[in-house]
């Protein structure tokens, strides 16, 4: 070997240490010794109502991902990686799920809708523009874009159907994620290379009529459920998704086989519809006090009115995501009136129903 080639040799020797402690070193970073499973799942409870059993799963999943970097980073080779699956209808925290956790790692984090990419022909442009952002979130730093947490959306909307192109079909979609999710290095518009390879992957999707798959794989360890328990058989079931059901629900074995960590998410309760109200750090009842208070008024909202809202959004069928727009609709008028009227100390709202009591000061 000559002498020109031996001090290259070395040097990408030497490059190649530096980068592995990098990696090794954010990796500790991102999960200090007190960041277990338990205490990633008590920080998800102060924002995310209920889905018990979902928190527990994504906490050790996400916590075996970061230890996984931590610990093998120094070994040839890319990590196996434990990318997660989380199954339960529209509006039940997925996406606030991912948003919390990555907020709480300090990694960044971006949301990508699988029903845009198959309704383009043009899907490596779509991903490449979901790690460009995942970068810009960043701030540009590389190595930090290359340990964040990307969420696709509506991953059950990738299954073929008949009268789909090939080129755009769901399956397609699929089989352009594969080498993302299990990582590689991907060239960016501006020449820069990202890597993959560490970045956690979480899909997410309804799902709807994945239940009567199951429902009819009892022969496998289920049991057998009548029409009339269809709506809880996810419930009772939260466990038992097996990658033979995806195969006949419409993912393709080698998608369903990146996504080996499979969380259910359960429909959301009148009670669990109430609580998300008010009850989190940042739940909207909490935001407009502290507007209210800035306004040098008191605002207080009986639980009755919750339980109003509660029963509209469940009218609604589309879980949380309603709740805002009737509490706005809610505070709109009220909070149109205060700014203009200093003499106002106090509002009280007592039903959905009924106008708003304004109180003045003595």
């Known amino acids: 070997m000559s002498a020109g080639r031996i001090v290259r040799s070395r040097v990408a020797r030497a490059r190649e240490f530096l980068l592995r402690k990098l990696l090794s070193d954010l990796g500790y970073s991102l999960l200090a010794r007190e960041t277990t499973p338990s205490a990633i799942v008590r920080y998800l409870d102060q924002y995310v109502v209920g889905q018990d059993e979902a928190k527990k799963i994504l906490a050790v999943a996400v916590y075996s991902h970061y230890r996984k970097i931590a610990t093998f980073a120094n070994d040839q080779g890319a990590i196996v990686k434990s990318n997660v699956l989380l199954v339960g209808p529209s509006g039940t925290g997925k996406t606030l799920l991912c948003d919390t956790l990555s907020r709480m790692l300090g990694v960044p984090f971006v949301t990508a809708d699988a ?27 590389v190595e930090k874009a290359q340990h964040g947490i990307i969420f696709i959306d509506e991953i059950d909307k990738l299954k073929a159907t008949g009268g789909e192109s090939r080129a755009i079909s769901g399956e397609s979609v699929q089989h352009a994620l594969l080498k993302i999710m299990e990582g590689s290095s991907v060239k960016l518009r501006d020449d820069r290379y990202l890597d993959t390879s560490n970045i956690l992957f979480i899909c997410g999707g309804a799902f709807v009529g994945l239940e009567n798959i199951m429902s009819r794989t009892h022969g496998f360890g289920f049991i057998a459920t009548s029409s009339d328990d269809n709506r809880n058989i996810l419930d009772r079931l939260n466990k038992r998704v097996k990658p033979t059901d995806l195969f006949e629900f419409g993912l393709i074995p080698e998608f369903t086989g990146r996504l080996p960590v499979v969380a259910t998410l359960h429909s959301l309760t009148r009670a669990m ?14 935001q407009y006090i502290e507007i209210f208070r800035g306004e040098g008024v008191e605002l207080s909202i009986e639980q009755r009115v919750f339980e109003q809202i509660a029963e509209i959004a469940i ?33 009280e709202i007592h039903s959905l129903f009924e106008d708003a009591r304004f109180f003045r000061r003595k």
Not at 126 to 133: F, N, P
Not at 315 to 344: H, M, N, Q, W
Request: net charge neutral; aromatic share 6%; glycine share 4%.
């Open 115 to 141: 029903t845009s990419l198959a309704q383009t022909k043009y899907v490596n442009e779509e991903i490449e523009a979901a790690l460009l952002r995942l970068l810009d979130r960043a701030d540009g730093n």
């Open 273 to 286: 519809l109430v609580s998300i109200m008010s009850v989190p750090k940042n739940s909207i009842y909490r």
């Open 315 to 347: 009218e609604y069928k589309t879980g949380a995501r309603s709740l805002r727009g009737i509490f706005e609709e809610l505070i709109t008028p009220i909070l149109y009136v205060v700014p203009d009227r200093p003499e106002i100390c106090k509002v």
